[in-house]
């Protein structure tokens, strides 16, 4: 098996950025506007994310179709638990955040203990596949708890918490850059944080204009970056630029 995780460039930021964007509104399009509720969402996503991840985890390499598409499905269902937690469960978003941080760190420890490594760049074997997958779906949980605790519960509105979450990443870039901090490290430090950045920027675009948002609303906000993300795993599919052959500098080494 090769390794089933595209190279870390450009491309791999701005997609998944955008899927987490497409997470937040697909989930509150789907539930609001459909009407199927949180609940009924909540079966329908998770059944095609079981789905996609069938295929996915009997593909031999990395194809870009099957990585993003479980990327973008995963994103959702991630939105879905804690929206389920905090909705119909009532619990707490400084809980549930405290719950996925827990889940998320378990599943670092015990990826680490079995494969000793968190490298995304050894992602060759199906164990090492599923724990990736765990901790991006815990990442994705974690990081819509954590974007709406910033954004909803702070009171500090969704440009805002943006702003806060573009910043850390920021830093912890020119951290990675000019005081080599350690990649593994400052990769899921970036990967996690993306998630609360693309949930505030999906509210303050679909969100009305009275909640704080742009107005745009789910279904455009959806479409647009849906459509954008299509393009760019065309290209890469094409262009090979996420792959070692395609791209053997990367922005960030693991």
Same mark, same amino acid.
Request: hydrophobic letters at 50%.
């Given at each position: 098996?090769?390794n ?9 930021w ?11 509104t697909? &989930? ?5 506007n459909l ?15 079981a ?13 870009p179709?099957?990585?993003?598409m479980?990327?973008?499905?995963i ?7 804690t ?9 707490a978003?400084e809980?549930t ?32 596949e599923?724990f ?12 819509t ?23 850390l990443? &920021?830093?912890?870039?020119i ?18 944080l993306?998630?609360?950045l ?15 948002g ?13 459509t ?8 890469l ?9 395609g ?5 960030i080494?693991n």
């Amino acid at each position: 098996m090769l390794n089933k995780v595209p190279e870390v460039t450009l491309y791999f930021w701005i997609i998944k950025i955008m899927a987490t964007t497409v997470g937040e509104t697909a &989930a509150d399009f789907l539930s609001i506007n459909l009407h199927l509720g949180l609940t009924g969402t909540s079966f329908i996503m998770s059944a095609l994310l079981a789905a996609m991840l069938f295929i996915q985890l009997r593909a031999r390499k990395y194809v870009p179709w099957m990585y993003w598409m479980t990327v973008v499905l995963i994103s959702i269902v991630g939105t879905l638990i804690t929206d389920n937690m905090v909705d119909n469960f009532g619990i707490a978003l400084e809980t549930t955040s405290i719950i996925f941080g827990l889940a998320l760190i378990t599943t670092f420890i015990a990826w680490y203990t079995n494969e000793k490594t968190l490298s995304i760049h050894t992602i060759y074997t199906t164990k090492r596949e599923l724990f990736y997958w765990a901790a991006i779906l815990f990442t994705f949980a974690l990081g819509t708890a954590g974007g709406d605790l910033m954004a909803e519960g702070s009171g500090l509105g969704y440009a805002t918490s943006a702003f806060i979450f573009a910043a850390l990443i &920021a830093a912890i870039t020119i951290f990675y850059y000019l005081f080599k901090t350690n990649a593994i490290l400052a990769f899921w430090l970036a990967y996690i944080l993306t998630r609360p950045l693309g949930a505030s920027c999906g509210d303050y675009l679909s969100q009305p204009i009275a909640n704080g948002g742009s107005g745009l609303g789910t279904v455009n906000t959806s479409i647009i970056f849906l459509t954008t993300i299509a393009l760019l795993v065309s290209y890469l599919t094409f262009s090979k630029k996420d792959t070692k052959e395609g791209h053997p500098e990367h922005l960030i080494r693991n």
